[in-house]
């Protein structure tokens, strides 16, 4: 009994240990003599350490919740495209490339040398002479095989997230559904997945069923088809910061230089409050068609465009086509014509 509880005592001071490592990430940086502090930042989190430089060379220690991207810059340096960061020992060498610090060598655990490796050849596809479909193809093909490969592999999730416009939706999907039961029922999978479903409804070329909602007074207005060549639809909704300030900021300007014969701009609000709803449209002084089921994501047409989030912008042309989904975009087209 004694043996077994020794054996046992053991056991648990290495799952101790194993749950207390964290990473040690080793830097050098390459022809930079200037430089004299280092930081890291890690992008999931939000958070920047620093630590000082001495005769090119810097390291990091601590602990990630789970691997992700961490980049670095010095005091001399903007940030780059960083390393794949995990609780291991990685060691990077960076140089200085147009005032980004980059790293150009990398080594470690496999997926930390994966996301090197991947991203130099993503970076040399989409820099190539191919056409915009070929990049694509070559892109989609790369991870594909990945994530074929390494299934459980955290990085393997990262990789379709990060890319799914250029996978597509359907794509992206199928490479989700070969990924381990961990990965697919995670939180960040769960978003994934809603993301992807907004996207093949309002994917460009795809037709928009058309549709009506109520007024600030309740009255009933059609939507789609507006009857004008272009409709650019804004979803938003009183509760969003980045909502109000796109009000604010983009769309009382956009409206007061558009040439309303050819363009229709409508606000839909994804409110549940009437009384917050109106007070948002007052205090922003939108004086264009602002229309709500106050239905927040249960109303008919939040399901039929499968928005989970906002601000989102979809133009419409005449015959109710998606030309674009983001207000940018959107513009320029409307510009352009």
């Not at 106050?294 to 109303?299: A, E, K, M, T």
């Amino acid at each position: 009994m004694k043996a077994h509880l020794t054996l046992l005592l053991i056991g648990l001071s290495l799952v101790s240990q194993g749950q207390n490592k964290g990473f040690v990430l080793i830097g050098r940086i390459v022809g930079d003599d200037a430089s004299q502090k280092a930081t890291l930042f890690q992008r999931d989190i939000a958070r920047a350490d620093t630590t000082p430089i001495a005769n090119g060379q810097f390291t990091f220690t601590g602990k990630v919740h789970h691997p992700y991207i961490a980049s670095v810059g010095t005091d001399k340096a903007w940030q780059g495209l960083g390393v794949w960061l995990s609780n291991d020992t990685i060691r990077a060498s960076f140089k200085l490339d147009g005032g980004y610090l980059q790293p150009i060598e990398v080594s470690g655990p496999p997926e930390t040398v994966d996301y090197f490796t991947n991203l130099n050849q993503i970076n040399a596809y989409n820099t190539s002479t191919l056409s915009r479909a070929q990049k694509n193809q070559q892109v989609a093909d790369l991870i594909s095989q990945y994530v074929v490969s390494h299934p459980t592999s955290s990085y393997s999730f990262f990789l379709v997230s990060m890319n799914s416009r250029t996978l597509g939706a359907s794509l992206s999907k199928d490479l989700i559904a070969r990924l381990s039961p961990a990965l697919q029922n995670s939180q960040d999978a769960q978003d994934l997945k809603k993301k992807l479903l907004n996207e093949e409804a309002t994917a460009l070329d795809k037709t928009l069923n058309g549709f009506s909602l109520p007024d600030t007074n309740g009255v009933l207005q059609r939507v789609l088809p507006s009857g004008k060549p272009y409709t650019l639809l804004a979803f938003w909704a009183s509760w969003c910061a980045p909502c109000r300030i796109h009000n604010r900021r983009d769309l009382v300007k956009l409206y007061q230089r558009l040439d309303h014969t050819r363009v229709e701009l409508i606000s839909i609000s994804l409110d549940d409050n009437r009384a917050a709803w109106v007070n948002a449209i007052a205090k922003d002084g939108l004086t264009w068609p602002q229309l709500s089921d106050l239905n927040y994501l249960s109303g008919p047409i939040a399901k039929q465009l499968a928005l989970n989030a906002v601000p989102q912008f979809i133009l419409v042309d005449g015959s109710n086509k998606v030309l674009a989904t983001t207000l940018d975009s959107a513009i320029r087209i409307i510009d352009k014509k």
